[in-house]
């Protein structure tokens, strides 16, 4: 009996032994394919990432993006190196590096004359702007600047205070040298006498130095009562045009809670491969002030019409909406933009992360570009409803997750050049991060026509087309476009590149002698 127990108690420590080793065998082999070769990550290597897929997918994202992440894993492994070349390759900054420290003839701020108080106004990248404008016009006229009031009665109609959407503290700590900056007029100021001023558009120093300087002798308090191009993009001594960009890219940065969101959507949006940020300004509030109505329903149209004639700062308001398209003055369709990108050679596992608010229509309008590009990303599909819950019905802070993610994008493509567009655009120049690409709106809508009449079918003729019409608008570094000739008065103004779009050569500078010539650029 005890042998047999003896005989049954060897036998079942060889299953045992048998089962471990051949389990850790399974578990060998399948590592060898779950974890890829240095030949696989050759394409992605290419481009900064913060985490581990698989790390990520348990910690950080929301459980219905796990699917879409490990997917997309597997398509981003078939890239090429030559669709790195001719895709994500970031132009070159040929030599030129950021250049923002004052000359040596700077000095801190004198005694201040002053207060300026400053109500913003737009939408988070006009405001964004006119903030940094108004730290120099502050500059200019030796006053303390209050922290500026945003802009709460706008379309969006968006509470946030300025601490709310930027970080006060740095904004302060780092202008320190600059201008001297105070959270609250004083209590004794707060009920004397102001003089409330809408300064000039597209101003000089002579007008702030003379005209606006002169109200110091007999007001303590002056408000600003619009900030958006207050200021001459060109023309003004160089450390002005330095503390813009100070201001700009240096100072104001987003709220701490914004730049973590911003930044989680970031990797999520890495974890997915190279990503292009697509700022598709198909929004109401755009094509109700545009007056554009192509590819949109009779009720659409009407709907966007009244919008437009009830909005009473809207100044425009008989507006013919197949010239603003024919002169491209229209965003880019949902549908246009998809055939923009399979044109620039863009595959449909491309991931796309759209930098916008509700698109107008919903999937009505998005199904074309959706069937194109199914790996259609957001910050409401990244990112949980917890994550976004706070910085719900305030439309600034949604935009500035936007801006984050575009900044960050390996390739930032507007529909329309707006704010936002020029804003990112010129913040990616200063940085020399990733390609931006300007579609050529007037010269595609040509395009897109003939492809509706049946002359032109979508195909190489296409492509090469586009490709053509872009191989010189994708972001590398050139002189700020000074105004269109014949142009005048406001128009000549109007016209011109504005300084937050293209900093160079203010804030810029050549570190070494080009490769070989490259006069073209600066025209």
């Known amino acids: 009996m005890q042998k047999r127990k003896f005989i049954s108690l060897v036998l079942l420590r060889k299953l045992l032994t048998a089962a471990i080793f051949s389990i850790a065998f399974v578990a060998l082999f399948s590592f060898h394919h779950i974890v890829p070769s240095s030949k696989d990550h050759k394409f992605n290597d290419k481009f900064p990432t913060t985490q581990n897929l698989q790390s990520w997918t348990q910690e950080l994202a929301p459980p219905h993006l796990s699917k879409t992440l490990l997917h997309t894993s597997k398509l981003n492994g078939s890239r090429r190196d030559s669709d790195y070349e001719k895709l994500w390759k970031p132009p070159s900054n040929r030599g030129f590096l950021p250049c923002t420290k004052p000359t040596p003839n700077y000095t801190a701020p004198v005694e201040s004359r002053g207060y300026l108080l400053v109500h913003t106004n737009g939408g988070l990248n006009q405001m964004r702007s006119g903030i940094c404008d108004m730290v120099a016009v502050a500059r200019i006229l030796n006053a303390t600047l209050v922290i500026p009031e945003l802009d709460k009665r706008s379309y969006w109609q968006d509470t946030s205070n ?50 606006i300087a002169s109200l110091w002798e007999e007001y303590q308090v002056i408000r600003a009562y619009k900030s958006d191009s207050r200021l001459a993009n060109n023309n003004l001594p160089p450390d002005i045009q330095k503390l813009r960009c100070r201001a700009c890219y240096e100072a104001l940065r987003f709220s701490p809670h914004i730049e973590q969101i911003g930044k989680l959507l970031v990797e999520r949006m890495r974890s997915l ?108 599909k990244l990112a949980s409803v917890e994550e976004l819950e706070p910085f719900l019905n305030h439309a600034s802070q949604m935009a500035a997750l936007d801006y984050i993610v575009s900044i960050e994008s390996d390739v930032f493509i507007p529909s329309y050049s707006g704010n936002m567009a020029r804003a990112v655009e010129g913040h990616r120049r200063f940085l020399g991060r990733g390609r931006s690409v300007s579609p050529d709106r007037k010269a595609l809508v040509r395009l897109f026509d003939k492809l509706d009449q049946g002359t032109m079918t979508e195909g190489k003729k296409l492509s090469y087309r586009i490709i053509d019409l872009h191989r010189r608008r994708l972001g590398s570094p050139r002189k700020r476009k000074g105004p269109i000739s014949g142009t005048k008065g406001m128009d000549r103004f109007r016209s011109e590149e504005t300084f937050y779009a293209n900093p160079l050569p203010d804030c810029l500078c050549r570190t070494e002698p080009p490769l070989h010539n490259v006069s073209h650029i600066a025209k």
């Open 162 to 211: 300025f601490s709310d959407v930027f970080d006060e503290e740095h904004f302060i700590d780092s202008l320190a040298n600059d201008v001297k900056i105070i959270k609250n007029l004083p209590n004794e100021l707060v009920n004397e006498t102001r003089m409330v001023k809408q300064f000039i558009s597209w101003s000089g120093m002579d007008y702030y130095e003379n005209e």
């Open 273 to 380: 491969g190279p990503y292009i940020a697509l700022h598709l300004r198909y929004e109401k509030d755009m094509l109700a002030f545009s007056g554009c109505t192509h590819d949109l329903s009779l009720d659409e149209a009407e709907e966007l019409r009244m919008i437009r004639e009830n909005t009473s700062y809207w100044k425009v308001k008989d507006i013919d909406p197949v010239e603003q398209r024919s002169r491209g003055f229209c965003p880019l369709t949902p549908k246009e933009v998809g055939i923009f990108l399979t044109a620039l050679g863009y595959p449909s596992n491309t991931p796309i992360y759209i930098a916008a608010g509700e698109i107008y229509g919903g999937e009505s309008h998005m199904a074309e570009l959706r069937s194109r590009y199914p790996l259609l990303m957001s910050k409401e």
